[in-house]
């Protein structure tokens, strides 16, 4: 007899003359080396990267976008036995998965929200595989350079517009404040005085008294 160790993080299935006979956990295990065939599956949490796809938006712009979908092994014996290359059955169910949602949304709703896409059709279609799609998400959109551009100038365009606006806020609060100051003057002349004394009192300021403007106020 010889003997098997199998880590944490795989499942081994063992095979007597051909046929799966048992799955093997964690541990140490002992087998016949003449007639038993192993097979190892990780069962760790696994990275897919979708690469750019050429894709037609609702409103038929064309795009590309990429996403990456984390997975893992549910069913080492399923994952084994179900088909021959498991991992590429996910991959093209991811590329049909984004193509279907770029291909239902228009461009606009596309870059306000892109981030998750629906996993549900992806997880129907790979779980009889053993195989658990855990997220889904878009990566990358990449839009066509004139595309860019125009979308650069809409922002630029939109931040001046803001910038405008506060500065014609700006100036409206420094005209009421004028004109609520003027408004003060005009009914309480005493404390242009007291205002003129105040600026006087700073050290760093000239105060210039023309006597004929006194006389005009003593007349």
Known sequence: MAKI???EWQRVLAFHDGRFERLLGPGRHRYNPRR????TVDVRPQLLHVPGQEVLT???VSIRVSA???WLVSDPVAYTNKAAKPAQVLYAALQEGLRAKVGQVDLESLISDRATLDVEPVRAEVAPLGIEVT???MRDLMLPGELRRAAMDAVVARERGKAVLEEARAEAAALRSLA???RLLEEHPALLQLRTLQVAAERSTTLVI????QRSAAE
């Open 58 to 60: 609702r409103d038929g």
């Open 68 to 70: 990456t979908a984390s």
């Open 135 to 137: 997220d889904f998400r």
């Open 5 to 7: 160790t199998v880590m």
């Open 210 to 213: 023309d006597p004929r403007v």
């Open 180 to 182: 609520n100051t003027a």
């Open 36 to 39: 038993t065939t192993h097979v």
